[in-house]
C-alpha cells in the first residue's frame, strides 16, 4: 500500500516536472535556443493564477481565473521573445542561455516585490479533497494533476500533428532557413511556440500550486524540469514527459528508501548516468534535418 502511495504521489509530481520540461522542449526544438526562466514562467503563472482566484485577491471562480492566467503568461511569452529574445537573432546560443537566467532572477524579484516572499496558497475547489480505492488515500488534487496533464498531452499531439500551425512549427525545428523560402513566417512561429511555452508553464504552476505553497523561489524547480528534459532527450516532446515521470518517482523513492538529502540529488544523479550511457536522452529522436 506504501508502495502504491509513493508511485501516485510520484506520478502527480513527475506530470508537473514534465510539462515544465516540455516548455523547454518546445522552445529548443523550434528555435534551438535554451530557455532557463521556464520555471519562473511557471512560478509567475501561478501567482496570477493566485491573484485572480483567491477571495483575499480578486476573487474569480477558479475555472474562469486559470484559462485567463493562462492567456496572459501566453502573452507575456510572446512578448519575452518578440521585445528581448528576437533581438539577439544571430548572436550565439550562449548569450540567450545568460539573457534567459538574467530574466529568470527579473521575474523572481518582480514575483516577491509584488506578492512578497512568504509562501502562499491557491484556493482550489478540490484542496484537502480524498478519493478512497481499495484501502488507498488518493488526493483529488493528484488526480487533477495527472488528469490534466494526460488531456494537455494529447491537445499537444493532435496540435503538432494535425494542425497547420503545429506543422509549421515542426517545419521551422527542422530548418529554419528552408521553412522561411516555403513561406512560413519563422519569427511569428518561434513567438507563438514561447507564448505556447508559457500557457503550459502556467498550467504546471496552477498543479503544483494545487498540492503545495508557492513562493518566489518555486521557479528554481525548472532545474530539475530541465534535468528531466535531459534524461528523456532534449529534442523529443515524449520523451520530456518521460523524464519528468522518472524524476517524479525517484524522489519519494529515494527520500523513502534512502539516507537524508538524496531525494534532492537523485533527479542529477540520473541525469548524470543517463549523459554517460546516452548522450543524446533515453527518448532521443536522432534524424538528419529536413531540408
Known amino acids: 500500500m506504501e508502495f502504491a502511495q509513493l508511485v501516485l504521489g510520484g506520478v502527480a509530481g513527475g506530470c508537473i ?4 520540461a516540455l516548455g523547454f522542449v518546445l522552445i529548443y526544438k523550434a528555435t534551438e535556443s535554451v530557455n532557463f526562466a521556464q520555471g519562473d514562467l511557471m512560478m509567475l503563472g501561478a501567482f496570477v493564477t493566485f ?8 476573487g474569480m471562480p477558479f475555472w474562469v481565473g486559470v484559462p485567463l492566467a493562462v492567456v496572459v503568461m501566453a502573452v507575456v511569452g510572446y ?4 521585445l528581448i529574445i528576437r533581438r539577439l537573432f544571430g548572436q550565439p546560443q550562449f548569450a540567450v542561455v545568460i539573457l534567459t537566467i538574467a530574466i ?9 516585490l509584488i506578492w512578497g516572499h512568504e509562501p502562499l496558497n491557491l484556493e482550489t475547489p478540490f484542496a484537502g479533497k480524498n478519493l478512497n480505492f481499495l484501502g488507498l488515500a488518493i ?7 495527472i488528469g490534466v496533464t494526460l488531456v494537455l498531452t494529447v491537445a499537444l499531439y493532435i496540435f503538432f500533428a494535425r494542425t497547420k500551425l503545429g506543422m509549421a512549427m515542426q517545419a521551422s525545428s527542422q530548418n529554419q532557413l528552408a521553412a522561411y ?21 502556467t498550467v ?8 503545495g505553497s508557492i ?9 530539475k524540469a530541465f534535468a528531466a528534459a535531459v534524461i528523456g532527450g532534449f529534442g523529443s516532446l515524449p520523451g520530456a514527459l518521460a523524464g519528468g515521470l522518472i524524476v517524479g518517482l525517484a524522489e519519494p523513492f529515494a527520500g523513502r528508501y534512502l539516507p537524508a538529502g538524496y531525494s534532492q540529488i537523485a533527479p542529477y544523479a540520473i541525469m548524470l548516468v543517463v549523459l554517460v550511457a546516452r548522450p543524446n536522452g533515453l527518448f532521443a529522436q536522432i534524424q538528419s534535418k529536413k531540408v
Open 215 to 223: 513562493d518566489p523561489n518555486l521557479g528554481l524547480l525548472g532545474i
Open 104 to 112: 529568470g532572477f527579473v521575474l523572481r524579484f518582480i514575483a516577491g
Open 139 to 145: 488526493g483529488v488534487d493528484e488526480v487533477f494533476v
Open 51 to 58: 491573484q485572480f482566484v483567491n477571495v483575499s485577491q480578486w
Open 204 to 211: 504546471a504552476g496552477v498543479l503544483f500550486a494545487a498540492r
Open 17 to 20: 516536472y514534465g510539462l515544465v
Open 181 to 201: 523560402y516555403m513561406g512560413v513566417p519563422v519569427k511569428r512561429v518561434h513567438g507563438l511556440v514561447w507564448a505556447l511555452s508559457g500557457g503550459i508553464a
Open 79 to 82: 512578448l519575452m521573445e518578440a
